[in-house]
C-alpha cells in the first residue's frame, strides 16, 4: 500500500472515459463528438484571442462569457457558473451541493461518473433502478434523500423525461438540490432551464462538447439560483481561481453568439439520428427512443462480438460491461458518411452470422 | 445559512486573487505575469490547432505533453502529472497527498492559496513562521508532520532556499510528501527536480503562467516518483477526465520546445529585477533579495498610502494585509518601459512626503 496517499486515493475508483485512439482513419463513434465542427466563428474568435494577451491571466470570474450565458437564457450572472468542462461544474455541484447526512439519489444506468463523485467527496448515495424498458420514472425517486441527479436525455440510454415530470420532482424535494445534467439536452430534449426562476433547488448542468462541437476545449456551465451558484463559486475560489483560458472564454462568447449554426448543426443530428435508428431496426437491432446525439441498441448478435467486429472494420463504438446493459452498445450519431459506413458494417456483421 | 450548501461551503474562506482589471493603459504589477509575450513558436502552435478537430474530446492523458515535459526534464513520462494552472496541480496535491493525520506544515508567510485548500479537504495544518528577515529556515520544519509545503523562492517574498537545505529536510522527513512549489523558481533559484530520482517523498510543481508567460492558458504540473504522480492521476480522474485543452497542450508542448526563447526571456526578467532592485534601493526603499520574477519591498512612506498613489497614476501593485507584511508591497517586474513608470512615480510619491 503506497505510504504516502492519502487515505481518500486507496479508495478511489476511477472513471474510465471512452478511449480516444490517435489513429486518424477512424470511424470514432464511441465518445458522443459532434460529426460537426465548431462554428467558423468560434474558430476566428480564438484566432483573434491568440496574441501576446496570453501572458496575462484570465478574468478569474469568467465575466463576458457568463453574461453571454445569462443573455442567452434569459437570467441573470447570478444564476450562471462556468467550469473547465461540465464534468469540473458536476464535481463542484457534488461537493458544493449534494453531500448531505441522507444519500444522494441517482439512476443505475447512468452516467458512471456519479459514483465516482461520490467516492472522491465520501457522499453517501442510494442508486434508484430504470424500470424493465430503461425508462427514468422520476417518482421512484420519492424516498429520503440528501440530493437527487440524473442526466436529461439519460446516458447511456438517450431516454428523456418531461419538464412536468421533473417539475412535479422538484415540488415533491423542497429541501433537495435537484441536479439535471443536460449534457444532451440541445438534441430534442425538454430543457428545464425556464423553471429556474420558479425553483431555487433546480442546478441545472449543460456543456459546450456535443450541440457547440467544443469537446476538445473544455467548457461547461450551471444555470440556478444565485444562492447555488454562490455555493459553486466558493468552492471553485477554493480550488482553483483561474478555470477558464482566455482562448475557452472567447470561443464560448462566439459560440453563443452563432445561433443559426448552432440550430443547423442540431437539426443535421437529429435527423441523422432518425435515419440511424430506421436503418438500425430495419436490420434487427432493438433501438431506445433517443433524444441525445447517440443511440443504445441491442444488436440482433452478442453485443461485444458485435462491437469488436466493428472495430476490426475500423469503426469504435462503445460497449459498457455492466450486467444491465451488456448486451447494448452506445453509438455516437457521426457524419452522414460514418452512419453509412457504420450501417454497411453492420448489415455485414450480421448477415455473417446467418 | 443557505439551506441548500453541504457543510464544507459553510465553511470555506476562498482565494482572493489579484485583481485583473479591464483597464486596457494600466501598468499592471500586481499578480506576477510576464512582461514579455510567449514564444512565437506557442503562437503558430496554438493557430494550427484551432481547427475542426476542436469537436473532438483532447487525449485524456495529456501524453504528449508529459512526454514532452519528460525529455525536457530527463525523466520518464511515469514522473509527471499535468493539470489545468499549478493551482489545480496543487489542489489535488493537497487532497491525494498532503491529507494524514499528522498535519501539514507551511510558512506564515506564502502562498495565501495553502490553508485555502485545507479549509476546503478539511486537512489540519500548522504554520511554521519566517524569521523575522522573512528567511525561510528548514530546519524550523523540524516537528511531528503528515506533509511539508512552500514556494521555492517563496510569495510574496521572493527568498529562496537552497537545495542543499531542500535534501537535508527530504532526509529528515522520510515519511512526508515534501511539495516544493516551483512556480517562480525559472528567475534564479535552485530547482528540486534533480533529486527526484532520489527522494520518493519529492514532489516539485511547476507552472507555465510565469517564465513561460502562459498565464492566460492554465498549464501546470508536477514531477515526483510514480507513487506520487499515480496518487494525483486518481484523483483526477475521479474528478475531470479531460483537464488539458487541445489549445493548451499543443502551446505547452511548443513552449517546451523553444529553449533559446524561453532563457532570454528569464534573462530579462532577471536583470530587470537587477536594475528595479538598485533603483529602489537607492530611493530608501528595503528590498528582499529575490529569485522570483517580483520584488518584495518596504516604502519609505506607508505601504498602503504608497500603494494607492501608485494607483492613482494607473499602477497596480499589490499590497498585503496580513499584520507581519503590511508594511510591505509586493511588486512584479514588468516590461523596461513599465519598469521606468514605476521608478518615476515612486520618485514622486516618495518626494511628496518631505
Same mark, same amino acid.
Given at each position: 500500500?503506497?505510504?504516502?496517499?492519502? $487515505?481518500?486515493?486507496? &479508495?478511489l475508483t476511477p472513471?474510465? !472515459? #471512452?478511449?480516444? !485512439?490517435?489513429?486518424?482513419?477512424?470511424?470514432k463513434l464511441n465518445t458522443n463528438e459532434n460529426p460537426w465542427p465548431p462554428?467558423?466563428?468560434?474558430?476566428?474568435?480564438?484566432?483573434?484571442?491568440?496574441? /501576446?494577451?496570453?501572458?496575462?491571466?484570465?478574468?478569474?470570474?469568467?465575466?463576458?462569457?457568463?453574461? +453571454?450565458?445569462?443573455?442567452?437564457? =434569459?437570467l441573470k450572472v447570478e444564476n450562471v457558473f462556468v467550469g473547465n468542462g461540465s464534468d469540473e461544474v458536476l464535481a463542484h455541484a457534488f461537493q458544493a451541493l449534494l453531500k448531505h447526512d441522507a444519500p444522494l439519489l441517482f439512476p443505475d444506468i447512468s452516467y458512471s461518473f456519479y459514483p465516482v463523485y461520490c467516492n472522491l467527496f465520501e457522499i453517501d448515495y442510494r442508486i434508484v433502478p430504470l424500470r424493465d424498458d430503461f425508462s427514468l420514472v422520476l417518482a421512484d425517486f420519492d424516498q429520503p434523500n440528501g440530493g437527487i441527479i440524473f442526466p436529461n436525455p439519460n446516458a447511456p440510454t438517450g431516454r428523456a423525461v418531461s419538464r412536468a415530470d421533473i417539475e412535479a420532482l422538484l415540488q415533491r424535494n423542497p429541501d433537495s438540490v435537484v441536479v439535471v445534467d443536460e449534457a444532451y439536452v440541445d438534441f430534442g430534449a425538454e430543457s428545464a432551464v425556464p423553471m429556474i426562476a420558479r425553483y431555487d433547488n433546480l442546478l441545472v448542468v449543460q456543456t459546450f462538447s456535443k450541440s457547440r462541437s467544443l469537446? =476538445?476545449? &473544455?467548457? =461547461?456551465?450551471?444555470? #440556478?439560483? !444565485? %444562492?447555488?451558484? $454562490?455555493a459553486l463559486v466558493r468552492v471553485k475560489d477554493s480550488f482553483?481561481?483561474?478555470?477558464? /483560458? &482566455?482562448?475557452? %472564454?472567447?470561443? =464560448?462568447?462566439?459560440?453563443? #453568439?452563432? $445561433?443559426?449554426?448552432?440550430? /443547423?448543426?442540431? /437539426?443535421?443530428?437529429?435527423? $441523422? &439520428? %432518425?435515419?440511424?435508428?430506421? +436503418?438500425?431496426?430495419?436490420? #434487427?437491432? %432493438?433501438v431506445l427512443p433517443s433524444k441525445a446525439n447517440f443511440v443504445f441498441t441491442r444488436p440482433p448478435r452478442p453485443a461485444e462480438v458485435v462491437m469488436q467486429a466493428l472495430r476490426e472494420r475500423g469503426i469504435i463504438v462503445r460497449h459498457f460491461k455492466a450486467p444491465r446493459i451488456r448486451n447494448w452498445l452506445r453509438i455516437t450519431i457521426g457524419a452522414p458518411h460514418e452512419n453509412d459506413a457504420l450501417l454497411t458494417a453492420l448489415e455485414e456483421i450480421v448477415s455473417e452470422a446467418g
Open positions: 500500500m503506497p505510504r504516502y496517499w492519502s $487515505e481518500v486515493v486507496h &479508495r472513471y474510465v !472515459p #471512452g478511449e480516444q !485512439p490517435q489513429h486518424p482513419n477512424l470511424v462554428s467558423p466563428k468560434v474558430l476566428e474568435a480564438i484566432a483573434a484571442a491568440t496574441d /501576446d494577451r496570453l501572458r496575462l491571466y484570465p478574468d478569474p470570474d469568467s465575466t463576458r462569457l457568463k453574461q +453571454a450565458l445569462a443573455d442567452y437564457f =434569459g469537446a =476538445g476545449l &473544455r467548457l =461547461g456551465y450551471a444555470l #440556478g439560483a !444565485p %444562492e447555488l451558484i $454562490e482553483n481561481s483561474y478555470p477558464i /483560458d &482566455r482562448l475557452a %472564454e472567447a470561443a =464560448g462568447i462566439a459560440s453563443i #453568439g452563432d $445561433e443559426p449554426y448552432f440550430q /443547423d448543426v442540431r /437539426d443535421r443530428v437529429m435527423r $441523422e &439520428r %432518425e435515419r440511424v435508428t430506421q +436503418a438500425l431496426t430495419g436490420l #434487427g437491432f %432493438e
